[in-house]
């Protein structure tokens, strides 16, 4: 019995390890990855079908426009003339143009000779930048991104070295009194850092820079703003605004937070106001009515001015954005702080605002990206950004008519500087939260 | 309008299994998110006055062709502007308009029985198909019963433009397009948010409590994600008000042009006009951020 018994199982018993086979064909590679992303179902095949069509439209129609060997001539009617020559249509681009006035898109009419400059402006800036946007830079390098401002100033607009070298002397004199006086009395040292700057700014800049422009007449040719055009015034804008928009939009949004009463309305019908109205109408606000507020006899320049307006409207929603990583700070925090004896402004520095501001990261650099592409508008108000020159690159008779390879080359320029910001904002997110855990 | 259905149409695409579905809304958003409006306002425009065909485009040669057609025979697409078909109004065209309105309310009023039913029975009348019929119905019937009393005015190519029909003009086509297609983009963005941040206990439970797929993303995840998208969508149709002032680029007469423009020039008053023209826009917005926390206060989570 037990023989039969053994006899059987060892009938069903495999002797022999299977070899390893591979999935079926429809379980891996690229048929699997088929199958689970673009067919699982009738609707999915349905959706996979009608997009890849939608995708072969929009190339189909794209692509042998951009295709198109017209880089070296120099007129659009020359462009015309050879692509019928080849025996194509005409609806195609003629990337002569970019080659043609591509230093004109970027730089506006700011004088060729002196095109270096901005360059080397954005390299500066962006060397600058480069301690602040990522941590792991030595910190010494932070004193060269505080003498940032002053270089690119000089660079871009020209003249004597002596005035932006001694506003920079004026804030070193104000750090200087603040460490001397903080000892005495935090107020009073507060107080003497805001004070003695503006006094040195107010009286004693002009004749001094007068004087050593007289003896040592050091500096580069004077740059009037409005030569200044093309991409670099949307960078110059935008880069301006973005810096002093954010401690502006802080302060608004710690004002609103706050619970002094005054404070608050004030902040409150700040950021309402400006908020409620568009861009464009304070746009025009600047260039129309601006001089009314001034005391007569001040002239501002333009950009100037456009500077301060776009400024004021994003510190508005910067404030927003902040508020609401204000608000997302648990209040325990808030009392932790307060019961281990903080000041108000140590536990905002120290406690909640790296807090809060690490929260609105997302929010903060929507705002600067829009910001960006808002500079478009100042086209309205006779700045000649990208887009106020492509109007005026069509008023040649050598490129009348052409339209869609200026936009596109503005457009990637947007984008490139657009989604660089965006991807910036995911990196920082996540190794912020990473350091968290 | 326009930007709210592509928005939340592209929002649920960008979460579709399907990859290329995916990737495509994905160029979508990205570019027309990280390129200026301004620049998709002025392409578009360009598009619709140098892409389109002229009015004498239409025009039927000896040889029986035409460098254009319209479509349907009822719209033309021009570089002067589209021309669609404008409607007449008849003598009874009031009673139709009436019956009309009767039979939406009666439509509603359906749904709200049906609901009444279902909480106070459990047994599932159909929702979609008969609040449909109530409400389109009985005004075909009438259309026909009281003699049509609303006709169609077609455009025709008459001297050297079309006559008849009404003209959109390519500036309002324009910025409409743009605004669109550019707010979308962010609605996107928020709906995939606000889908996402339902969390995915939800829908598990409610698949074990067997409910469908449809009913599912119907009574649980889309009430759930209402209340996140809201408060963002606020501000998007805010900016949206805001960016219609833009119109400017397309030479389109919109307050902007008009009391800042126009009157302006004719007064010389720069303060009051832009202190007028401020106040607009600030009570604009004021009013559409009223009406959305209406909106809003009606969907949230009621708390204790």
């Not at chain 1, 108000?381 to 008779?397: H, K, V």
């Not at chain 2, 019929?133 to 006709?151: D, E, K, N, Q, S």
């Not at chain 2, 941040?197 to 209402?226: D, H």
Request: net charge neutral; charged share 15%; proline share 5%.
């Amino acid at each position: 019995m037990s023989d039969t018994d053994s006899e059987v199982i060892s009938f069903f018993v495999r002797e022999k390890m299977l070899e390893e086979q591979e999935p079926p064909l429809t379980e891996r590679g690229a048929v699997k990855w088929l199958r689970e992303n673009l067919f699982s179902s009738w609707l999915n095949g349905l959706l996979t079908i009608v997009s890849l069509y939608v995708i072969w439209y929009i190339l189909s129609g794209i692509v042998p426009w951009l295709w198109s060997p017209t880089w070296s001539l120099g007129s659009l009617s020359e462009c015309r003339e050879v692509l019928t020559g080849l025996g194509e249509t005409t609806h195609q681009a003629c990337w002569g143009v970019i080659r043609d006035r591509w230093q004109q898109l970027l730089f506006g009419f700011y004088p060729s000779d002196a095109y270096w400059r901005p360059t080397l402006a954005l390299v500066i800036l962006l060397a600058g930048l480069a301690p602040v946007l990522f941590g792991s830079i030595p910190r010494w390098f932070l004193l060269f991104s505080a003498a940032t401002p002053f270089v690119l100033f000089l660079l871009l607009w020209g003249g004597p070295i002596w005035t932006p070298l001694l506003v920079g002397v004026g804030l070193v004199l104000g750090v200087v009194a603040f460490r001397y006086l903080v000892g005495v009395n935090q107020i009073v040292a507060v107080l003497a850092a805001i004070i003695v700057p503006v006094l040195f700014w107010l009286f004693l800049v002009e004749p001094i820079a007068f004087e050593l422009t007289y003896t040592a007449p050091i500096g580069l040719e004077f740059i009037p703003s409005k030569d200044f055009g093309g991409f670099m015034l949307s960078v110059v804008i935008g880069v301006a605004a973005i810096i002093l928009s954010l401690p502006l939009g802080i302060m608004l949004a710690l004002g609103r937070a706050s619970d002094l009463f005054i404070v608050t309305k004030l902040s409150v019908i700040f950021i309402e106001i400006i908020r409620g109205v568009p861009l464009i109408v304070w746009l025009f606000t600047a260039s129309l009515l601006l001089n009314y507020f001034l005391p007569p006899g001040t002239s501002f320049d333009l950009t100037l001015r456009v500077i301060i307006m776009v400024t004021l409207f994003s510190a508005a929603y910067i404030a927003e954005v902040v508020r609401g990583g204000l608000a997302a700070v648990p209040k325990g925090q808030y009392e932790g702080a307060d019961s281990l004896g903080l000041s108000y402004w140590q536990s905002m520095q120290l406690i909640v605002l790296p807090q809060a501001l690490k929260i609105s990261i997302p929010g903060i650099v929507n705002t600067f990206i829009g910001l960006f592409k808002d500079t478009t508008l100042v086209v309205f108000i006779g700045l000649l950004d990208p887009l106020g020159l492509t109007s005026a690159i069509r008023a040649s008779t050598d490129w009348n008519g052409i339209y869609w390879e200026l936009y596109v080359f503005i457009g990637v320029l947007f984008f490139i500087a657009c989604y660089g910001m965006g991807r910036y904002s995911l990196w920082l997110e996540t190794k912020l939260q990473r350091e968290n855990r | 309008m326009l930007a709210t259905i592509l928005g939340v149409i592209g929002g649920v695409l960008r979460l579709s299994k399907n990859w290329i579905v995916r990737k495509l809304m994905a160029v979508y958003v990205e570019g027309f998110r990280n390129v200026p409006l301004l620049l998709w306002i002025v392409a578009i425009y360009a598009l619709m006055t140098e892409g389109t065909p002229q009015p004498r485009d239409f025009r039927v040669a000896e040889d029986g062709t035409a460098a254009a057609s319209m479509i349907f025979d009822a719209f033309a697409i021009t570089n002067r502007g589209v021309y669609i078909p404008a409607p007449v109004w008849g003598p009874n065209a009031v009673f139709l308009l009436a019956i009309f309105v009767l039979s939406i309310v009666g439509a509603f009023v359906y749904r709200s029985y049906a609901k009444k039913v279902l909480f106070d029975t459990g047994r599932l009348l159909p929702m979609v198909w008969p609040a449909l019929l109530i409400a389109i119905v009985p005004t075909i019937l009438m259309y026909f019963i009281l003699g049509r009393p609303i006709g169609l005015d077609y455009p025709e190519l008459g001297g050297f433009n079309f006559q008849g029909g009404t003209q959109i003009s390519n500036p309002l086509t324009a910025l409409w397009l743009a605004l669109s297609l550019y707010t979308g983009a962010f609605i996107t963005e928020i709906v995939r948010a606000g889908i996402l941040s339902v969390s995915k206990g939800q829908s598990e439970a409610s698949f074990a409590l067997g409910m469908r797929p449809n009913r599912t993303m119907n009574l649980v995840i889309l009430p759930q994600a209402l209340r996140v998208i809201i408060p963002p969508m606020t501000s998007q149709y805010l900016n949206l008000s805001k960016n219609s002032s833009l119109a400017i680029a397309v030479g389109y007469p919109d307050v902007r042009a008009t009391l800042g423009g126009i009157t302006l020039n004719q007064t010389g008053r720069a303060l009051e006009c832009m202190l007028l023209l401020g106040l607009f826009y600030l009570g604009l917005s004021l009013i559409i951020s009223f009406l959305m926390n209406i909106y809003n206060n009606s969907k949230k989570l009621q708390e204790r």
